[in-house]
């Protein structure tokens, strides 16, 4: 591990960006950018056609600097627009709505309690990551998608590849990707032949229903779906709870309510980023007012959605005094518009059931060692710990 991770704070000690109108910065690689950091701007952006991911990676568009594997790829459906973005959302989009997911909550619960006992069975010390923030959302992703046979290890080693920035050697990238590529294809091929009732079915047939849709954008997507479906809740499932033992053990005894554990969710999720970039990208098509500023045409942006959710002329309260309030407006935590996450009800259902049964059983849980001595997972856009040492 660098000497950078070990001297890095928890994320919900990093203070925003200052709020302010939209003003010309850079890219960590020197690219001129706008950077967006109120809330009323941010969401602008996200929701205006005007703003867009394709136009990052147009022939036209300026260099970007480090990027992931499919983050850096404009065959993913994060970077595409418009009619062909919409498409692709629509294969999965009945799978994550709140109905489907209020299904899931039974079998979830269970995946949940039986986690959460086997901590307690084992007894302390424990590592948390190990025995709960890692195995539980790979355990409901691999159910989703119907690959409960793959071994965890595994998705975890081409989640860490798909997810890599430019530090990680380009040639091993690309044979693990290759791999994991591969067995997506297979997959596909699979559930063709034998559909199930796991998303991947519902999506081919729907595919093969709509047509239009190559081979090569579906295997890209149902390696999205299985990395980052379980990624983004491992790291911030496993921040919340350095923040709730390290800062509020006042408050861990009031997580035993569903009710309070949801509203903790909520606003830790709003308040708590997943990693330490300073926003997501998008490109404008058109010359555009945002904030009382004129962006040109053709100019990238970055949006500040962590700063935006900690716009004081929006949100009155944080998590000191706010923990259990309910959020003033809708989050952005999950972005807005065209590409707002659709894995959102889901990921507020496992962190809730997580937090809520973990206090329940566990009234007394604290960290075994100070926060300084964590070491920090860094992948692309998510940082969290690599292990969490508790005790009871």
Same mark, same amino acid.
């Given at each position: ?29 020197? #690219?001129?950018?706008?950077?967006? #950091? ?8 996200? @929701? ?29 459906? /994060? ?10 959302? +629509?294969?999965? =989009? =009945? +799978? ?12 979830? #619960? ?8 086997d901590v307690v069975d084992q007894g302390p010390p424990a590592d948390l990551v190990a025995s709960l923030t890692m195995p ?5 992703? /691999? ?15 081409? !989640? ?25 294809? &297979? ?5 063709r032949r034998e559909p199930g009732e796991d998303l991947v079915s519902r999506m081919v047939a729907a595919a093969d229903q709509?047509?239009? %849709? /190559?081979?090569?954008?579906? *295997? ?11 990624? @983004? ?27 309070a554990a949801q509203a903790a969710a909520d606003r830790l999720l709003h308040t708590i980023p997943l990693g330490d970039g =300073?926003? +997501? ?7 555009? %007012?945002?904030?009382? %500023? ?8 970055? *949006?500040?959605? +962590? ?42 259902? &496992? ?20 926060? &300084?001595?964590? &070491? ?5 856009? #998510? ?5 969490? !040492?508790?005790?009871?």
């Amino acid at each position: 591990m660098s000497i950078d991770e070990r001297t890095l704070i928890p994320l919900h000690r990093r203070k925003p960006a200052a709020h302010g109108a939209p003003r010309l910065t850079a890219l960590p690689n020197g #690219t001129p950018a706008w950077l967006i #950091t109120r809330y009323p701007d941010v969401r602008q952006v996200l @929701t205006d056609p005007a703003f867009g991911r394709a136009a990052l990676f147009a022939p036209d568009a300026p260099s970007l600097g480090s990027v992931s594997g499919l983050e850096g790829d404009p065959g993913f459906i /994060s970077n595409i627009d418009g009619p062909e973005h919409r498409q692709l959302r +629509a294969l999965m =989009q =009945q +799978a994550f709505t709140r109905k489907a997911i209020d299904a899931w909550t039974p079998w979830l #619960t269970s995946v949940v309690e039986r986690l959460v006992d086997d901590v307690v069975d084992q007894g302390p010390p424990a590592d948390l990551v190990a025995s709960l923030t890692m195995p539980l959302p790979v355990d409901v992703i /691999s159910r989703l998608m119907g690959v409960e046979d793959v071994d965890r290890q595994r998705l975890r080693h081409w !989640t860490d590849h798909l997810f890599a920035d430019r530090s990680q050697p380009v040639d091993e990238v690309r044979a693990v990707l290759a791999e994991f590529y591969a067995f997506a294809a &297979e997959l596909l091929d699979r559930r063709r032949r034998e559909p199930g009732e796991d998303l991947v079915s519902r999506m081919v047939a729907a595919a093969d229903q709509q047509g239009g %849709v /190559s081979e090569e954008r579906m *295997v890209k997507l149902i390696c999205g779906l299985i990395a980052g479906g379980h990624e @983004t809740t491992v790291a911030t499932l496993g921040n919340f709870l350095v923040y709730l033992l390290d800062e509020r053990p006042d408050a861990w005894p009031r997580l035993t309510s569903e009710d309070a554990a949801q509203a903790a969710a909520d606003r830790l999720l709003h308040t708590i980023p997943l990693g330490d970039g =300073q926003g +997501a990208l998008r490109r404008s098509v058109r010359e555009t %007012v945002v904030g009382g %500023v004129t962006i040109p045409a053709g100019a990238v942006v970055i *949006v500040d959605r +962590a700063s935006a959710n900690q716009d004081p002329e929006v949100f009155a309260t944080g998590l000191a005094g706010g923990l259990f309030e309910p959020l003033e407006a809708t989050t952005l935590a999950f972005s807005a518009g065209p590409h707002h996450c659709l894995g959102a009800w889901l990921s507020r259902l &496992e962190l809730r059931l997580a937090l809520h049964r973990l206090a329940t059983r566990l009234p007394g849980l604290r960290l075994a060692e100070p926060v &300084e001595a964590i &070491e920090w997972r860094c992948v692309f856009s #998510t940082r969290s710990p690599r292990r969490l !040492t508790v005790t009871w």
